[in-house]
Protein backbone atom coordinates (compact mmCIF):
# COMPACT_ATOMS: atom_id res chain seq x y z
CA UNK A 1 0.00 0.00 0.00
CA UNK A 2 1.12 4.02 -0.34
CA UNK A 3 1.10 6.55 1.71
CA UNK A 4 1.91 10.38 1.86
CA UNK A 5 2.16 11.91 5.04
CA UNK A 6 2.28 15.48 5.19
CA UNK A 7 3.14 16.24 8.69
CA UNK A 8 2.89 19.86 8.85
CA UNK A 9 -0.75 21.21 8.83
CA UNK A 10 -0.75 24.56 8.95
CA UNK A 11 2.28 26.97 8.33
CA UNK A 12 2.32 30.88 8.49
CA UNK A 13 5.50 32.82 7.65
CA UNK A 14 5.98 36.57 7.00
CA UNK A 15 6.72 37.61 3.48
CA UNK A 16 10.37 37.45 2.40
CA UNK A 17 11.35 34.11 4.83
CA UNK A 18 11.99 30.60 3.61
CA UNK A 19 9.75 28.07 4.27
CA UNK A 20 10.20 24.16 3.87
CA UNK A 21 6.90 21.74 3.07
CA UNK A 22 7.79 18.04 4.42
CA UNK A 23 6.78 15.38 2.63
CA UNK A 24 7.73 11.74 3.58
CA UNK A 25 6.20 8.60 1.28
CA UNK A 26 5.98 4.71 2.06
CA UNK A 27 5.70 2.59 -1.44
CA UNK A 28 6.96 -1.39 -1.96
CA UNK A 29 7.24 0.00 -5.51
CA UNK A 30 10.98 -0.06 -6.57
CA UNK A 31 9.61 2.51 -9.77
CA UNK A 32 7.44 5.16 -8.35
CA UNK A 33 6.94 9.14 -9.49
CA UNK A 34 6.47 12.22 -7.03
CA UNK A 35 4.43 15.18 -7.54
CA UNK A 36 3.69 18.34 -5.69
CA UNK A 37 0.14 20.37 -6.37
CA UNK A 38 -0.66 23.73 -5.85
CA UNK A 39 -4.30 24.44 -4.44
CA UNK A 40 -4.83 28.72 -4.37
CA UNK A 41 -7.46 30.11 -2.52
CA UNK A 42 -9.93 29.60 -6.13
CA UNK A 43 -9.65 25.84 -5.37
CA UNK A 44 -8.03 24.53 -8.83
CA UNK A 45 -5.06 22.21 -8.73
CA UNK A 46 -1.76 23.28 -10.37
CA UNK A 47 0.79 20.87 -11.32
CA UNK A 48 4.22 22.12 -10.07
CA UNK A 49 6.84 19.44 -10.28
CA UNK A 50 7.43 15.72 -10.32
CA UNK A 51 10.13 13.74 -9.43
CA UNK A 52 11.18 9.86 -10.70
CA UNK A 53 12.17 7.30 -8.51
CA UNK A 54 15.52 7.21 -10.03
CA UNK A 55 16.55 10.59 -10.51
CA UNK A 56 17.63 11.88 -7.34
CA UNK A 57 19.04 15.02 -8.56
CA UNK A 58 17.35 18.11 -7.14
CA UNK A 59 15.79 20.87 -8.99
CA UNK A 60 15.38 24.55 -8.60
CA UNK A 61 12.96 26.50 -10.40
CA UNK A 62 13.10 29.82 -9.34
CA UNK A 63 12.17 30.84 -6.06
CA UNK A 64 11.40 27.00 -5.75
CA UNK A 65 13.78 23.95 -5.18
CA UNK A 66 13.10 19.83 -4.00
CA UNK A 67 14.63 18.03 -2.41
CA UNK A 68 14.55 14.40 -3.24
CA UNK A 69 16.07 11.73 -0.81
CA UNK A 70 15.45 8.31 -1.32
CA UNK A 71 17.26 7.11 1.82
CA UNK A 72 14.85 8.57 4.08
CA UNK A 73 12.03 8.29 1.70
CA UNK A 74 11.52 12.38 1.43
CA UNK A 75 10.58 14.96 -1.46
CA UNK A 76 10.80 18.06 0.57
CA UNK A 77 9.63 21.55 -0.98
CA UNK A 78 11.04 24.82 -0.02
CA UNK A 79 9.82 27.95 -1.23
CA UNK A 80 12.78 31.05 -0.63
CA UNK A 81 11.60 34.59 -0.27
CA UNK A 82 8.36 33.93 0.41
CA UNK A 83 4.85 35.95 -1.20
CA UNK A 84 2.27 36.39 -0.37
CA UNK A 85 0.88 34.74 -3.98
CA UNK A 86 2.71 31.51 -2.51
CA UNK A 87 -0.43 31.05 0.46
CA UNK A 88 -1.94 27.75 -0.66
CA UNK A 89 -2.64 24.63 0.80
CA UNK A 90 0.26 22.84 -1.52
CA UNK A 91 -0.20 18.80 -1.81
CA UNK A 92 2.62 15.86 -2.50
CA UNK A 93 1.35 13.15 -4.52
CA UNK A 94 2.82 9.50 -5.15
CA UNK A 95 1.98 7.27 -7.93
CA UNK A 96 3.15 3.87 -8.57
CA UNK A 97 1.90 1.27 -10.91
CA UNK A 98 0.25 0.51 -14.02
CA UNK A 99 -2.65 2.63 -13.71
CA UNK A 100 -0.45 5.61 -12.15
CA UNK A 101 -3.05 6.20 -9.48
CA UNK A 102 -2.28 9.21 -7.15
CA UNK A 103 -2.19 8.76 -3.67
CA UNK A 104 -2.01 12.54 -1.77
CA UNK A 105 -0.75 13.38 1.78
CA UNK A 106 -3.47 15.91 3.37
CA UNK A 107 -2.14 18.73 2.68
CA UNK A 108 0.11 21.96 4.35
CA UNK A 109 -2.06 25.37 3.99
CA UNK A 110 0.59 27.76 4.00
CA UNK A 111 0.01 31.41 4.96
CA UNK A 112 2.18 33.90 4.16
CA UNK A 113 1.51 37.07 5.70
CA UNK A 114 2.56 40.69 4.01
CA UNK B 1 -7.18 25.06 -24.36
CA UNK B 2 -9.88 24.00 -22.73
CA UNK B 3 -8.28 20.92 -20.47
CA UNK B 4 -10.19 19.27 -18.52
CA UNK B 5 -13.60 20.76 -17.84
CA UNK B 6 -16.19 19.96 -15.47
CA UNK B 7 -19.73 21.17 -14.51
CA UNK B 8 -21.28 22.03 -13.01
CA UNK B 9 -19.42 24.15 -10.48
CA UNK B 10 -21.78 24.25 -7.34
CA UNK B 11 -25.09 22.16 -6.36
CA UNK B 12 -27.50 21.81 -3.64
CA UNK B 13 -29.29 18.70 -3.63
CA UNK B 14 -31.71 17.17 -1.28
CA UNK B 15 -30.93 14.00 0.61
CA UNK B 16 -32.02 11.11 -1.71
CA UNK B 17 -31.72 13.12 -5.12
CA UNK B 18 -29.62 11.99 -7.66
CA UNK B 19 -27.13 13.97 -10.32
CA UNK B 20 -24.17 13.21 -12.77
CA UNK B 21 -21.15 15.43 -12.84
CA UNK B 22 -19.87 15.87 -15.89
CA UNK B 23 -16.67 15.89 -16.82
CA UNK B 24 -14.80 16.11 -20.32
CA UNK B 25 -10.92 16.77 -21.31
CA UNK B 26 -10.23 17.47 -25.06
CA UNK B 27 -6.58 16.47 -25.00
CA UNK B 28 -7.11 12.93 -26.60
CA UNK B 29 -5.99 11.67 -22.57
CA UNK B 30 -6.47 7.80 -22.40
CA UNK B 31 -6.83 8.34 -18.54
CA UNK B 32 -8.73 9.96 -16.35
CA UNK B 33 -10.17 9.74 -12.29
CA UNK B 34 -12.32 11.15 -10.03
CA UNK B 35 -11.57 12.57 -6.87
CA UNK B 36 -13.24 13.75 -3.78
CA UNK B 37 -12.01 16.49 -1.67
CA UNK B 38 -12.97 16.69 2.09
CA UNK B 39 -12.21 19.60 4.30
CA UNK B 40 -8.63 18.91 5.65
CA UNK B 41 -7.65 16.00 3.88
CA UNK B 42 -6.16 15.44 0.27
CA UNK B 43 -7.92 14.07 -2.70
CA UNK B 44 -9.44 10.28 -2.78
CA UNK B 45 -9.71 8.22 -5.90
CA UNK B 46 -13.30 7.14 -5.97
CA UNK B 47 -12.90 5.82 -10.19
CA UNK B 48 -10.42 6.12 -13.15
CA UNK B 49 -10.64 4.76 -16.40
CA UNK B 50 -7.95 3.62 -18.59
CA UNK B 51 -9.55 4.18 -21.40
CA UNK B 52 -13.47 3.71 -23.29
CA UNK B 53 -15.22 1.16 -22.29
CA UNK B 54 -12.95 0.60 -19.09
CA UNK B 55 -13.63 1.79 -15.62
CA UNK B 56 -12.55 0.22 -12.27
CA UNK B 57 -12.92 0.98 -8.21
CA UNK B 58 -10.50 3.45 -6.13
CA UNK B 59 -10.26 4.19 -2.33
CA UNK B 60 -14.10 5.33 -2.06
CA UNK B 61 -16.36 3.77 -4.59
CA UNK B 62 -19.95 3.12 -2.80
CA UNK B 63 -22.17 5.84 -3.44
CA UNK B 64 -21.31 6.57 -6.95
CA UNK B 65 -21.31 5.17 -10.45
CA UNK B 66 -19.55 5.79 -14.13
CA UNK B 67 -19.10 5.34 -17.64
CA UNK B 68 -17.32 5.85 -20.32
CA UNK B 69 -18.57 5.66 -23.68
CA UNK B 70 -15.80 8.00 -25.07
CA UNK B 71 -12.58 8.78 -24.73
CA UNK B 72 -13.39 12.52 -23.79
CA UNK B 73 -15.86 12.17 -21.47
CA UNK B 74 -16.23 10.41 -17.50
CA UNK B 75 -19.19 11.12 -15.67
CA UNK B 76 -19.65 10.43 -12.44
CA UNK B 77 -23.59 9.56 -11.33
CA UNK B 78 -24.57 9.75 -7.27
CA UNK B 79 -27.46 8.08 -6.77
CA UNK B 80 -29.83 8.62 -3.63
CA UNK B 81 -27.26 11.70 -2.52
CA UNK B 82 -26.39 11.53 1.03
CA UNK B 83 -25.04 13.97 3.33
CA UNK B 84 -21.45 12.31 3.73
CA UNK B 85 -21.04 12.78 -0.03
CA UNK B 86 -20.81 16.34 0.54
CA UNK B 87 -17.31 17.26 -1.19
CA UNK B 88 -15.55 19.16 -3.80
CA UNK B 89 -14.71 16.53 -6.68
CA UNK B 90 -12.12 16.55 -8.99
CA UNK B 91 -11.95 15.19 -12.55
CA UNK B 92 -8.23 14.45 -13.49
CA UNK B 93 -6.83 12.92 -17.05
CA UNK B 94 -3.34 12.07 -17.67
CA UNK B 95 -1.49 11.65 -20.83
CA UNK B 96 -0.35 8.00 -21.97
CA UNK B 97 1.29 6.61 -25.49
CA UNK B 98 5.21 7.55 -24.73
CA UNK B 99 7.64 5.61 -22.81
CA UNK B 100 7.75 7.81 -19.78
CA UNK B 101 4.02 8.53 -19.67
CA UNK B 102 3.75 6.84 -15.92
CA UNK B 103 5.53 9.88 -15.04
CA UNK B 104 2.79 12.23 -16.43
CA UNK B 105 1.03 14.86 -14.35
CA UNK B 106 -2.77 14.55 -14.17
CA UNK B 107 -4.33 17.54 -14.96
CA UNK B 108 -7.11 18.80 -13.10
CA UNK B 109 -10.41 20.20 -13.50
CA UNK B 110 -11.47 23.07 -11.62
CA UNK B 111 -13.89 20.45 -9.49
CA UNK B 112 -17.59 20.82 -8.75
CA UNK B 113 -18.64 21.83 -5.02
CA UNK B 114 -21.18 19.19 -3.90
CA UNK B 115 -23.67 20.12 -0.82
CA UNK B 116 -26.29 17.89 0.25
CA UNK B 117 -28.80 18.83 2.38
Known amino acids: AQKVTQAQTEISVVEKEDVTLDCVYE???????LFWYKQPPSGELVFLIR??????QNEISGRYSWNFQKSTSSFNFTITASQVVDSAVYFCALSSGANSKLTFGKGITLSVRP | NAGVTQTPKFRILKIGQSMTLQCTQD?????MYWYRQDPGMGLKLIYY???????DKGEVPNGYNVSRSTTEDFPLRLELAAPSQTSVYFC????????????????FGDGTRLSIL
Open chain 2, 92 to 107: ASRRTGSLNYKSQPQH
Open chain 2, 49 to 55: SVGAGIT
Open chain 1, 51 to 56: RNSFDE
Open chain 2, 27 to 31: MNHNY
Open chain 1, 27 to 33: TRDTTYY
